[in-house]
């Protein structure tokens, strides 16, 4: 959206700011909790950023060509707030009102809501930061593919606010350091450097020179800038869009709670209310001489953007219109990604995918048949699949047959060399998704899940369907030792809400989970993998519509069983032949297999006692992790073989035997579970 507030004088653009302070300290001291520092300091940023930039239209705030705005230090949130009630976005006053009140859209901290203009969940610091750049890779990579000769039909920047805590956090490292690798110039930080965090001056533990950090990186750094003057950050805004090579630091020094005669400048602005008669002082000191919650009219013309957006976004509509006319089919791709929609034939890939796996009836690693599963559903029908690895890409088998890079000189690739950045990789994707028009996965062993699990968790918060692959899933991967051994990782992953742990059992329940990964629109998924190869179980139709419900029989008895095996992934088969033995000793035994608890959970408890037997059946669970989890399922009178120890350098087989996943163990175990 073009510059139209230069001529606005440096005493209406300081009023327009004080609006942004006082609603922000208001809100704050009505709840009498929260941070009114960094939205006080940073209101002058906001005013222009906002005002004379950022190309937006509040009456859509979905638009596909708006800019992204990552508000990464997000305990400032009143600041976002307050821009969004101020440009017109559907976020009334009222909402300001109940700031951190049980049911209002203002959350402590901003939680992603695109129908009020909230782009992303931030709070966790650094993150916010690394979901911007997986927007802006987002954005450069759909300009590649669908831009075409005076049709700039993906044209947009992503703006984000980062404080020192970001800066501080090692996620922003890794982000900001592939940032600047893949020169993503249409994004652009603003660095809010006001020398204060909760416990104080930040010169006792943070030293290090920021500019000369991001100018290693091959960042653009425009330091120096006084973010309490409006000519000053224009012409930095400017000087940064003017290079698209390079992704931009904006440094601001800035003084925290600006405008607070008696506390601006210290921690006592950061996370507590000013207090009346410090608020009383402020308005005093910046001439803002309206109750709390009132806004003049004349200010809120001057903030009003819903005429200036609904004209930017009438002007691309109508350059989207030529656009289809004159590229159709880019156009219809454009729309259908954007939209989230699968193709049309998906159902028909889906089934000649089912039909193929079942003919070849392959015994293979669950990591490869994952890479089977890419060929067959992504590499030729989802152009949107956006793949990747923390420099794990043979292991994780996630390049498939259609991959290619994307690089600084390929942003049309699809496929990210992330290198040993796990929690980046994860935000970035996280970032990729929200955008729109792309879906990421990533992969790198489940044992690592460790380093990227606050972002997997901003994922199932934002209701964010990014897909995480993870391999190496168990002591099945030997002699790589119990450092990289998962034992707790599938269980706590499984503990966490919305998201879907899917540990399948061969190619055809892999081919399943993968389906289930794409079609989420609401739900994130985690694919754990093997390293070692399984064999292939034979399944009829009824037991194919059985893996889409979670949990399924994968061998029963003529009558009712005597004893239930439950088990995941590789010890489903271990399940399958103990069972064989079982048999043969007159135990009537079943097999249930169930590759997604959370899926199988979600299930009627009619189907789910038709699985797992009536109540008075024996039940015994069979999974290579923790063995806590699965006594919700075998009860009291059950048992659970798990792994409650770390595991030992050796190889899988030996490890296997050790600790107890064996056909004559599961026997004794299941004997003494019929022995009461």
């Known amino acids: 959206m073009a510059s139209k507030n230069n001529g606005a004088t440096a005493a209406a653009r300081r009023e327009l700011a004080n609006a942004i302070r006082a609603l922000s300290m208001d809100a704050v001291q009505a709840a009498n909790s929260g941070h009114p520092g960094a939205p006080m300091g940073m209101a002058d940023i906001a005013e222009v950023l906002w005002r004379d930039f950022l190309k937006h239209s509040p009456g859509n705030p979905e638009w596909w060509d708006r800019d992204r705005f990552v508000l990464s230090n997000g305990h400032g949130s009143m600041l976002l707030y307050s821009l969004l009630h101020l440009s017109g976005y559907p976020l009334s006053l009222q909402?300001?009102?109940?700031?951190?009140?049980?049911?209002?859209?203002?959350?402590?901290?901003?939680?992603?809501?695109?129908?009020?203009?909230?782009?992303?969940?931030?709070?966790?610091?650094?993150?916010?930061i690394t979901n911007a750049v997986g927007m802006a890779i987002a954005e450069k990579h759909l300009g590649a593919r669908f831009n075409r000769p005076g049709f700039d039909i993906v044209d947009h920047h992503t703006y984000a606010f980062v404080g020192d805590g970001c800066l501080m956090e090692g996620i922003s490292h890794e982000a900001c350091s592939l940032a600047g690798t893949l020169q993503l110039g249409k994004l652009i930080c603003f660095y809010d450097d006001n020398g204060i965090s909760i416990d104080g001056d930040v010169s006792g533990w943070f030293t290090d020179d920021t500019s000369k950090r991001f100018e290693a990186y091959g960042w653009q750094v425009i330091d120096g800038v006084d973010g309490h003057d409006p000519d000053a950050?224009?012409?930095?805004?400017?000087?940064?869009?003017?290079?698209?090579?390079?992704?931009?630091?904006?440094?601001?020094?800035?003084v925290i709670g600006f405008g607070?005669?008696?506390?601006?400048?210290?921690?006592?602005?950061?996370?507590?209310?000013?207090?009346?008669?410090?608020i009383a002082a402020t308005r005093e000191a910046l001439d803002w001489r309206h109750p709390p919650f009132e806004i003049p009219d004349h200010v809120r013309e001057a903030w009003d953007a819903r005429q200036r957006g609904a004209s930017a976004e009438s002007d691309w509509n109508q350059m989207f219109v030529s656009y289809a006319k004159k590229h159709p089919e880019a156009a219809a791709a454009l729309s259908r990604q954007m939209e989230g929609r699968l193709p049309d034939q998906w159902a028909r890939i889906f089934a000649d995918a089912v039909d193929a796996c079942a003919a070849a009836s392959a015994t293979m690693a669950t990591r490869k048949?994952?890479?089977?599963?890419?060929?067959?559903?992504?590499?030729e029908h989802?152009?949107?699949?956006?793949?990747?690895?923390?420099?794990?890409?043979?292991s994780n088998c996630t390049y498939h047959a259609g991959s290619q890079v994307l690089d600084a000189g390929s942003p049309a690739g699809n496929y990210i060399n992330y290198g040993v950045r796990e929690f980046a990789m994860s935000a970035i994707g996280n970032g990729l998704q929200l955008h729109g028009g792309v879906r990421p996965y990533s992969g790198t062993f489940l044992t690592f899940s460790d380093y990227a699990r606050n972002a997997v968790r901003m994922a199932a918060l934002m209701s964010c369907p990014n897909?995480?692959?993870?391999?190496?899933?168990?002591?099945?991967l030997g002699e790589d030792g119990p450092t990289h051994q998962p034992v707790e990782h599938v269980a706590s992953l499984r503990l966490m809400p919305n998201l879907h742990v899917w540990r399948p059992a061969d190619t055809m329940e892999t081919l399943f989970a993968w389906r289930s990964a794409i079609e989420q629109a609401q739900t994130p998924t985690a694919l754990v993998l093997t390293r070692q190869n399984l064999p292939f179980l034979p399944r009829d139709e009824q037991q194919l519509e059985g893996i889409k419900r979670g949990g399924y029989i994968l061998r029963d008895t003529s009558g009712d069983p005597?004893?239930?095996?439950?088990a995941t992934g590789s010890e489903v088969a271990l399940a399958v032949e103990s069972a064989e033995a079982l048999a043969r000793e007159d135990i009537a035994t079943r097999v249930v297999s169930i590759p997604c608890c959370e899926v199988f959970s979600a299930q009627s408890t009619s189907w789910q006692a038709q699985v797992l037997g009536s109540h008075g059946t024996r039940r015994l669970a069979i999974e290579a992790g923790v063995s806590d989890y699965w006594w919700r399922w075998v009860g009291s009178a059950g048992d659970a073989i798990g792994m409650d120890s770390f595991g030992?350098?050796?190889?899988?087989?030996?490890?296997?035997?050790?600790?107890?996943?064996?056909?004559?163990?599961?026997?004794?175990?299941?004997k003494k579970i019929m022995a009461g």
């Open 369 to 379: 048949a994952s890479l089977a599963a890419l060929n067959a559903l992504v590499a």
């Open 95 to 128: 909402q300001l009102r109940d700031f951190r009140q049980l049911g209002a859209h203002t959350a402590g901290h901003p939680e992603r809501d695109l129908h009020i203009g909230i782009e992303t969940t931030t709070g966790p610091l650094g993150q916010g």
């Open 648 to 670: 030992e350098s050796a190889p899988a087989e030996q490890l296997f035997e050790k600790y107890g996943f064996s056909v004559d163990n599961v026997v004794t175990r299941a």
């Open 233 to 254: 950050i224009r012409k930095a805004i400017t000087s940064a869009q003017a290079d698209a090579s390079k992704p931009t630091l904006i440094c601001c020094k800035t």
């Open 260 to 278: 607070s005669p008696n506390k601006q400048g210290t921690a006592a602005t950061h996370g507590a209310p000013l207090g009346d008669d410090e």
């Open 467 to 476: 897909i995480f692959v993870y391999t190496h899933d168990s002591i099945g």
């Open 382 to 394: 989802l152009p949107e699949m956006i793949g990747g690895s923390a420099d794990l890409t043979g």
């Open 562 to 566: 005597d004893l239930v095996l439950i």
